[in-house]
Nanobody, 126 residues
């Protein structure tokens, strides 16, 4: 089992920045991709970004490309999501997720991921 704990959410004005962190613990050996997803009230959970174990494969949904940056530090079992130029429509609960899939793959579908964190709230005011 892998436990994931997100942190770094909060309230920020439009145009501001936040950095989310997700720390993995438990059975963290092996190569796992990490993803960030978000869910706004009344909407389905959606893909935001993903990064391979190697860090060489990175994917973003189009609406955050150029504003968000995903990165990871495998020595610390931590993945980050740097969010800049935040917009009110970025308001959501953000979840990190992990999937054991080897070193060079990611994935956009939430069903591909094996483990999930509890989520952290991000609120962007206009």
């Amino acid at each position: 089992q892998v436990q994931l704990v997100e942190s770094g959410g909060g309230l920020v004005q439009a145009g501001g920045s936040l950095r989310l962190s997700c720390v993995a613990s438990g059975r963290t050996s092996g190569s796992y991709a990490m993803g960030w997803f978000r869910q706004a009230p009344g909407k389905e959970r959606e893909f935001v970004a993903a990064i391979s174990w190697s860090g060489t494969i990175i994917d973003y949904t189009s609406v955050v490309k150029g504003r968000f940056t995903i990165s990871r530090d495998n020595a610390k079992n931590t993945v980050y999501l740097q969010m800049n130029s935040l917009k009110p429509e970025d308001t959501a609960v953000y979840y990190c997720a992990a999937r054991y899939v080897g070193s060079y793959r990611t994935g956009r579908a939430s069903s591909l991921y094996d483990y999930w964190g509890q989520g952290t709230q991000v609120t962007v005011s206009s």
